[in-house]
Structure formats: structure tokens, C-alpha cells
């Protein structure tokens, strides 16, 4: 017996090392798809061979590595690991094929969808994540077979999927009336209603051409505002707002903005009732006033914000409306610093645009605030359209904070805007525009660059500065000024450029080269985009594989913020490299003290810019690294401007966004602490951020 013991012990042991062997030997090849991921690199064959490894897991890592390269080359791989044998690597290439297929010309894309819908849609156990991916990048016709196949089944199938993929089509303006119709079944007040429906219906509502299949059934969906889900009811408002049909939608979206118990939704409600004729509304003016002191300030600063919409003047004989216009008022003169400055900040922005000339002598007494403040009421005196202010504005001009700086440039092009006819104010304004050129601060030469491509400003003149300014700037740094240069010397199109932009080919940061080769194009009528490395190496990496072992499997931080504290839970294997960053950064103290300095109410809120402004990093970029996963409520996510262009700013969404889904990295989920979310405000601080 003792030797069968001793034998069943060698037995198990040698087992346990084959397997750890084993785990060991995945662990490699997921660590180094990881590493080849990051590097774009498929030109050797490594990740391409891993798509057909014998271990499965390597096989659906490596495909789903491809939805983050989107490279067109290796689709007809992807859309052989749809007949794959395990389910994982079949949703792994569903997922990489709709994200590729958006890089794909209009005659890429009709090939492809042709072959998905004709050879591939109900031959494999993924059909319905392919109904969504579809709709990424899919024509008319696509849309069309897909309402055909499944739009009239009885029972439902697919419903979700199919729903999100008609909503997918209407992002990039398509639709169909089948497609409105299979909706509506959705949105009937007697049973469950689909937020995603009226989520979809709401996209489809940004086409002229749909609304007037949508109002065949606006009694039904009116009827909504009473529904229990707040996600139904938020969408709902934003529809009826589109829809403007006062007969039925106004009375509703009142009933939101004043009386919702989700402040969300009352967001999406006032925004909404901006949209309508109120000269004569007495009721909704009112719901404005009332909202101005709501103590919600998401809520607050909406209603200051949209009132600004509406058209209204003091002087139009109604008392709801001289009432709102004087708290309005006291809102702008801040007696005592009774309010915030987010309040009077957005406060003179729209009184400045509803009372015009007669705002500017109360806007000049507040010139003298802090910057934050300061560069509101800037922007605030060009909303008056009156040539009176531009002195003021331009006393800004040699100011030394960059936020001025950007402040002092959007005001004068509104100004100027407003009068195209004054040849001496767009005469000062582009001196300026050049000047701000020479300014060695990303945010004001990509302003005055954007600024410069405006018929107003755009002369032969500016080729020089132009050039001279691209010249110094250097990638990752200046890569969004870089890139507003090269657009508007690709409007200029001066032959000058010519030689600059040849050489910006060989950037090392892709979206600069694509930029310069599109603008070479433009300028010569030659194809310059063969002469683009196909990849490229990044300016930064850390592949620090041990740290990531360290982390388990769900790793958590604790964002301490003013408002408190918000745990956040990472996903390691979705966005391995943006954690590391994220975590690395943390531990350098490098987001103590930040802020949030972007909030959209009910959106997203913005934070983790070392220069508060926007347009500040850790100095170097990530690659993206997207992912099957939906921005829903709570989800983090990083910030760019374009693929590959990540950072440090980082953003936590108010509600579900799933037009930023595969367009922007997720790398977590809010589990504790999102009622602190909701409480954020634009300068709120960030004292730390601790791995827990």
C-alpha cells in the first residue's frame, strides 16, 4: 500500500507540474500578445499566428487584439475565427471585424458586409453580436437584409443586439422607416418599455427625414414620461425636444424638467424645452426660473446654460419672464459672492447673449475675478456682438495663463463673427491669431490654428507663421496643434507646405502622418497615403508584466476627491497597459491636486489634466486599447483625441454613452461612491489617488 501511495504522490506531482507548465506557458504568449498589441506590430507574424493556436484562450486573445490594431490586412482571418470551435474566439472576432471594418473604403465595407450577411449571419452561434458590430460601419442595404431577416420574427430574436445596431446606423446617419416601425413595437406605455429602443429612436430622431415616422406614433411615446426607468425617460425628453412638435411633446417634457425625480432626466428635460417657442409660455419660463436656485447644480447650470437658447428678451411683456431675467441678473452681479462661480460664470454667458449691448457695462465690473471666472466673462462680453468690448478683450491678450490665452481667441472670433463687415476688428484679431502662433503653449496655437482655417482669417499671409510654428513643435506633446496646423495649411493649399509635410510623413505619431499625407494630398492631388509607415513604433512603452501580476484579478483605487471618495474597480486584462500607466502615475503623486476640470451633466465628467485646461498629459500617449465592453453608468474610461493619443485625463460617465463604445479605452467601473460622481462640478479637486 505504502508503494501505491508513494506512486499516486509522483503521479499527481508530475501532473500538477505539466499543468503549471501549461499556465506558465499561456501566461507567456497572452503577456506577448499583449506586447505585440502595443507595439502594432503584425509585419512579423507572431500575433497572426497566434490566431490559430492550438490553446484557445491565446486564440481569442489574439483575435480580440486585432479590435484595438484595426488592421484591414488580417480581416479574412477574423472572419475565419468565426467558424471557430469555442464561442470565445468566434465573440473575440465579431467584436475585431466590426472594428476593423470601420477603416475599410466604401468599396471595403460593401464587400465585407456582403460576405458577413450573406455567408456568415445564421450559420454561426454569434449572430447576434454580429447584428450590433454591423451597424458600425454598414450601408443602407446592410441595415435593410438586416430588418428583412429580423425585423418581423414572432417570437423576438436578437432583440437587444438588433435595437443597438439599428441605433449604430443612425450615429452615421442611417435609417430606414422598417427600422422606426420595429422600434416603436418597443415603446408602448401598457408593457416593459426598452431604454435602448428610445435610446435608438432618439439617434434616428437627429435625421429630418425619420421624424415624420416617429410622430405617426407620438401619442404612444409621449405617454412615456410616466415610465419607471429613468433611462426611458431621459432619452424620451432629448427625442421630443428633436421632434418639437408642440401638440405633443411639450406638455411632457415640462412634466420632466419640473417634476422628475431623477435629476438626469430633468438635465436631458431642460435642455429639451430650450428647443420650443416659449415667448408666450409663462409655465415653462417659470420652470427655468425655478430651476436657476434648483439644488442640484447639474440641474442649476443646465437651466442657466439652455436659457441662453431660448430667444427670450426682458422687455416681451410677460412677468414670468422680466421675473427669470431679473434673478438672471442677480445671478451675473453676484452681490456679496452669494454664488458660486460656476453660476455666475455661465450666468453672464447668457445673459450676454440675450441682452446684448445692455449686459456689457455689469460684464466689465466683473473683469476683475479670478481666472476660472475671468475667462467666462471674456468669452461673455463677445456674446454681446457689440465692437464696444473688443478693447477689453484685447487688453487680455498679452496674459500669461494659457486658459486666457484660448479664452481671448474664442471670444474675438465670436466678435468677429458678428461683425464680418469690420475690416479693422478681423484685421486686429488675425495679427493676433498670427501672434498667439509664436505662443509656445499647445492649447493657444491650436486654437489660433483652428481659428485661421475661417474664410474671415484665411489668407496667404499666414503660410509663413504657419510653417514656422510646425517647424518646432514635436509629437506627443504638440500633436493636436501639429495636427490643426497641417489642416489649415491643407485649406490654404500653398505649395510651400509641400516639403514640411513630406517630411511629417515619417512622424512617429501616426495620426500626424495620416493628417500631413491627407493635406499633401489636397495640396498636390497626388495619393501621399502609401508613403505612411504602416506601423509605427510608440513613443512610450512599459511592459512591467510583473506589476500587472501583482495586481489579481480586481484590482481596485480610491479616487479621494472634495466631494469624497470613489472606488473604482480596474480591468487588467481588457486595458492592461492604460492601467499600468494610470497606477504608475498614482503612485507619483502625479493626479494630487488635479481637477475635474470638464463636467457635462449627465455625460461624463473629466478629470486627471496636470494643467487643469485640457490640453495637459503625463507627456507622453498610450495605445488604445478598446474593448467589447459598454460605457454604462459608472464605467472609466480615457480620454484622446484620437486613436492612439491617450494619456492621463480620464472620465467616469453619468449614464450609459454607447456611442463611445470601441472608440474610447475602458479601463474600470465605479462599485463604490457613485452618488460622489453625480456630485462633481467643474475646479472640484482631486487630492489623491491610492491603489487600495
Not at 482571418?77 to 471557430?84: K, M, Q, Y
Not at 425628453?237 to 401638440?247: F, H, N, P, Q, R
Not at 498670427?434 to 483652428?450: K, Y
Request: aromatic share 10%; charged share 25%.
Amino acid at each position: 500500500m505504502k508503494r501505491i501511495f508513494i506512486l499516486l504522490l509522483i503521479f499527481q506531482q508530475m501532473a500538477f507540474s505539466q499543468l503549471s507548465e501549461e499556465k506558465l506557458k499561456r501566461r507567456d504568449k497572452l503577456e506577448l500578445i499583449n506586447r505585440l498589441k502595443d507595439l502594432r506590430t503584425i509585419h512579423d507574424g507572431k500575433l497572426v499566428n497566434f490566431l490559430s493556436d492550438a490553446d484557445m484562450v491565446v486564440r481569442a486573445r489574439a483575435t480580440y487584439a486585432f479590435g484595438s490594431i484595426q488592421d484591414t490586412s488580417v480581416l479574412h482571418l477574423l472572419i475565419r475565427n468565426l467558424a471557430d470551435k469555442d464561442t470565445s474566439v468566434q465573440n473575440a472576432a465579431v467584436f475585431a471585424i466590426g472594428q476593423t471594418g470601420t477603416m475599410l473604403s466604401p468599396k471595403g465595407k460593401k464587400n465585407l458586409e456582403t460576405e458577413l450577411i450573406w455567408k456568415r449571419l445564421g450559420y454561426t452561434v454569434v449572430d447576434q453580436w454580429l447584428i450590433e458590430e454591423l451597424g458600425k460601419f454598414g450601408s443602407e442595404e446592410a441595415l435593410n437584409q438586416l430588418m428583412i431577416r429580423y425585423g418581423n420574427l414572432f417570437p423576438r430574436v436578437h432583440t437587444n443586439e438588433l435595437i443597438m445596431s439599428i441605433a449604430r446606423f443612425a450615429i452615421r446617419e442611417i435609417y430606414n422607416v422598417e427600422a422606426v416601425r420595429y422600434l416603436t413595437t418597443f415603446t408602448k406605455p401598457q408593457s416593459p418599455v426598452n431604454w435602448r429602443a428610445m435610446y435608438a429612436l432618439m439617434r434616428i430622431s437627429s435625421i429630418p427625414e425619420s421624424r415624420k415616422e416617429i410622430l405617426y406614433e407620438i401619442h404612444n411615446i409621449s405617454q412615456l414620461y410616466k415610465d419607471p426607468n429613468p433611462l426611458v425617460r431621459m432619452h424620451l425628453a432629448t427625442l421630443l425636444g428633436k421632434l418639437k412638435d408642440e401638440s405633443s411633446s411639450l406638455d411632457p417634457v415640462m412634466r420632466m424638467a419640473y417634476y422628475d425625480g431623477d435629476w438626469r432626466v430633468r438635465v436631458n428635460a431642460i435642455r429639451a424645452l430650450a428647443n420650443f417657442e416659449l415667448r408666450n409660455n409663462e409655465e415653462a419660463i417659470r420652470i427655468f426660473k425655478r430651476a436657476f436656485y434648483d439644488g442640484n447644480m447639474h440641474i442649476a447650470l443646465t437651466a442657466l446654460t439652455e436659457f441662453g437658447r431660448t430667444g427670450l428678451t426682458e422687455n416681451n411683456g410677460s412677468n414670468a419672464t422680466k421675473e427669470t431675467f431679473e434673478w438672471l441678473k442677480r445671478i451675473v452681479q453676484n452681490p456679496e459672492r452669494a454664488y458660486k462661480w460656476q453660476y455666475q460664470a455661465q450666468a453672464s454667458i447668457t445673459y450676454a447673449k440675450l441682452v446684448k449691448v445692455n449686459a456689457i457695462d455689469l460684464l466689465i465690473k466683473n473683469l476683475d475675478t479670478p481666472p476660472l471666472l475671468q475667462a467666462k466673462i471674456i468669452q461673455a462680453l463677445a456674446e454681446t456682438g457689440s465692437i464696444d468690448v473688443a478693447e477689453y478683450i484685447f487688453r487680455f491678450a498679452d496674459n500669461n495663463n494659457p486658459l486666457i490665452l484660448t479664452s481671448v481667441l474664442d471670444a474675438l472670433n465670436t466678435l468677429c463673427q458678428q461683425n464680418i463687415k469690420n475690416s479693422k476688428l478681423i484685421e486686429d484679431t488675425y495679427n493676433v491669431l498670427v501672434n498667439f502662433l509664436r505662443q509656445r503653449d499647445v492649447a493657444a496655437v491650436s486654437t489660433a490654428a483652428t481659428i485661421m482655417r475661417d474664410s474671415l482669417f484665411l489668407r496667404p499671409a499666414a503660410i509663413d507663421p504657419l510653417l514656422e510654428t510646425l517647424n518646432w513643435m514635436r509629437s506627443p506633446d504638440d500633436t493636436e496643434a501639429m495636427q490643426e496646423i497641417i489642416l489649415t495649411l491643407s485649406k490654404l493649399k500653398d505649395e510651400k507646405a509641400i516639403s514640411i509635410l513630406k517630411r511629417l510623413l515619417q512622424q512617429p505619431d501616426r495620426s500626424v502622418a495620416i493628417t500631413a499625407a491627407e493635406a499633401l494630398q489636397n495640396i498636390t492631388g497626388k495619393d501621399f497615403s502609401r508613403d505612411v509607415q504602416r506601423h509605427m513604433q510608440p513613443t512610450y512603452v512599459d511592459f512591467d508584466f510583473a506589476y500587472l501580476r501583482s495586481l489579481g484579478e480586481k484590482p481596485t483605487v480610491r479616487v479621494e476627491t472634495i466631494r469624497g471618495d470613489i472606488t473604482i474597480e480596474l480591468f487588467p486584462e481588457i486595458a492592461p497597459f492604460t492601467i499600468l500607466s494610470f497606477l504608475k502615475l498614482a503612485e507619483k503623486g502625479f493626479y494630487r491636486g488635479t481637477t475635474f476640470h470638464r463636467i457635462v451633466p449627465n455625460f461624463v465628467i473629466r478629470g486627471g489634466d496636470p494643467r487643469g485646461d485640457g490640453w495637459g498629459g503625463p507627456g507622453y500617449f498610450l495605445r488604445s486599447e478598446f474593448s467589447d465592453l459598454s460605457f454604462n453608468e459608472g464605467y472609466v474610461g480615457m480620454a484622446s483625441s484620437g486613436k492612439d493619443t491617450e494619456g492621463s485625463q480620464f472620465f467616469i460617465t453619468h449614464s450609459p454613452q454607447p456611442h463611445l463604445d470601441g472608440r474610447y479605452t475602458i479601463f474600470g467601473k465605479v462599485i463604490r461612491g457613485m452618488d460622489k460622481v453625480f456630485q462633481l462640478q467643474n475646479d472640484d479637486r482631486i487630492f489623491d489617488v491610492k491603489r487600495e
